[in-house]
Nanobody, 124 residues
Framework: QVQVVESGGGLVQAGGSLRLSCAAS????????MGWFRQAPGKEREIVAA????????YYADSVMGRFTISRDSVKNTVSLQMNSLRPEDTAVYYC?????????????????WGQGTQVTVSS
């Protein structure tokens, strides 16, 4: 089972960009679907984007479609989330997660390895 560690959060003004990275340990990275989730205060954790490592299929939440891009590097065992045109409503703790499945999975219960989270704050 992979372990995941996120990095790259921070404070940015509305309209700005941030790039989150997630490093995954383990030798079976290609057997996983990787997801980015976020949780704002008082709200449930929600999917932002997901990608199947072996073939690069992607999923995006409607709220981030066209602004965020998820990508993976199968050699380095990393997954990234490029976030452009950020909005104050994107403010949340962002989590990287891993699910040992080749099926694109979008629900939190489908993931069994989680990072510690990284704060993203977008000021207006």
């Amino acid at each position: 089972q992979v372990q995941v560690v996120e990095s790259g959060g921070g404070l940015v003004q509305a309209g700005g960009s941030l790039r989150l990275s997630c490093a995954a340990s383990g030798r079976t990275f290609s057997s996983y679907t990787m997801g980015w989730f976020r949780q704002a205060p008082g709200k449930e954790r929600e999917i932002v984007a997901a990608i199947t490592v072996y073939n690069g299929n992607t999923y995006y939440a409607d709220s981030v479609m066209g602004r965020f891009t998820i990508s993976r590097d199968s050699v380095k065992n990393t997954v990234s989330l490029q976030m452009n045109s950020l909005r104050p409503e994107d403010t949340a703790v962002y989590y990287c997660a891993a699910a040992r499945t080749l099926v694109l999975t979008t629900t939190p219960t489908g993931y069994n390895s989680w990072g510690q989270g990284t704060q993203v704050t977008v000021s207006s």
